[in-house]
């Protein structure tokens, strides 16, 4: 299970996918070249062999890049799992590089520095539904 963050360009004036219109036109990040680029320079630890799914591994947490495989790039999504608040600043990093912004769909709410409220809410649904608890120890002693 993971958690999933949706990267993408919203217009000027807009402060998260709630504020936009339905049918509004996406704003793509751009060709896969230069996404791809801007992926390396944000975080050069990422597996980005395939260059439309990413791989990127931190302490105690695993990410995969969703890049897809449409010309231009539209959005990538990232999927975490693991814990840890050390993988939000990798997060925002790859938005700000990519000229985006990072919306938790959970909520639709937008991460921004010091915001762990969807990565905490995501984490405790994920434990609860999977029987751990905090720190990964499973509520039945297993």
Known sequence: MSWDVLVLRLPEGRASVEDLPEGSPELPLGSRADVLAALAGAVPEADLSDPAWGELEGPGWSMELNIGDTEPVDAVMLHVRGGGDDVLPVVLRIAEALG?????????????AGDTSGWHAFQEFRDHLTGVRSGGVRRDGG
């Not at 985006?100 to 921004?112: I, K, N, Y």
């Open 100 to 112: 985006a912004r990072a919306c938790d769909p959970a909520g639709w709410v937008l991460t921004e």
